[in-house]
């Protein structure tokens, strides 16, 4: 039976035997490296019991100047194909899958491999990304495609957060994957991750033992900040004048070796808006007030009120008399300090709070 005919005759759960330079590895696999050793052991035993399980692969048909021709591309088995080549073996067992689209492929080679649990930590989280990435799936879909929890999808793509010699040392075996929960508890600080990694190699650490350690990282690092800010004495006698000069407790706190933290404290609303009164900043509260303010003067202005000034005049006898005359804006020439800055105030489109001298 020739390939060609395979097409016609197949069924879904059937099994071929197809040769083996027909066959291609899948671009999408998340394999990524392959034991040599291991792959010697499996080949001797497919020489002696043959190929158990079937590949399973996808077909192609290519437009050749000869004619058609016919390949297969694998969705799960790269391996056992690897290993058969070293065995010898010219043609395999393999099962045909109808669907080819992309996804598809990258899922049955994903889940193929995860249900035999042999992908290494660093290839799961790749596969778990690219999932992600390429086809649009949250870390749910992901979990329920492959039969995981969102927490463990969650977890193992943080991985790829590690620094490139830890995840090394994962790939290849220097440490498992139950070191990496004390690592990544450490993320925000790259340094004592390498501390602890290291450690865990040279001391073989056990994962109890790496998670103590990276407890005492984290206390030493959180004592050594407090000591940093206890032993500046240059910190505190800054605070201190710039809350004499200031007239609100300020606090200067180092942050490393170039960096130092300003913060003050208010015990109230009145004394906070004391504090901005002195240096001439507002509130919001304030602006709006007056902003308001000005709005009413405005209105009233526009509405035709105009403000009348009261002027006293004495008489030749002593008494005094006060009389109200209306202003005369044609009449009057230059006019009081009051009524200049008030035009100009007017004339600019503002309102202007002055006073009279």
Known sequence: ????????????????WVEVEK????????????????????SESIRQYGVLQPLVVIRHEKEVPSGAFVEYEIIAGE???????IAGLTQVPVIIREDSSEKIKLELALIENLQREDLSPMERAVAFKQLIS?????????GAKVGKSREFVSNTIRLLGLPEEIQEGLRSGLINEGHTRPLLSLSKQQEDQ??????????????REAEEMSRKLVRDRVARRT?????????????QQLSDVLGARVMVERKGPTVKKISM??????????????????????????ETEGEEEENLEEAGFVMNESVEQADAEGNKTEQTEPLDSENTQGGSLDE??????????????????
């Open 23 to 42: 066959i291609k590895p899948n671009t999408m696999q998340p394999r990524k490296v392959f034991n040599e050793d291991r792959l010697k052991e499996l």
């Open 134 to 142: 390429d086809f649009k799936m949250r870390h749910h879909e992901v």
């Open 79 to 85: 391996r056992r194909w690897r290993a058969s080549q």
């Open 265 to 290: 404290e208010f015990f109230s609303e009145e004394e906070l808006q004391d504090f901005l009164s002195r240096v001439g900043l507002q509130t919001m509260q304030q602006q709006f007030t007056q």
């Open 340 to 357: 200049i800055e008030k035009k100009e105030g007017e004339e600019k489109g503002g309102w202007l709070k002055y006073f009279s001298v």
């Open 1 to 16: 039976m020739s390939d060609y005919e395979l097409p016609r005759i197949r069924k879904e759960s059937g099994v071929f």
């Open 227 to 239: 000591r940093m800010e206890i032993e500046d004495p240059e910190s505190q006698k800054l605070g």
């Open 194 to 207: 390498i501390v602890l990694y290291k450690e865990i190699i040279y001391r073989k650490m056990n994962v």
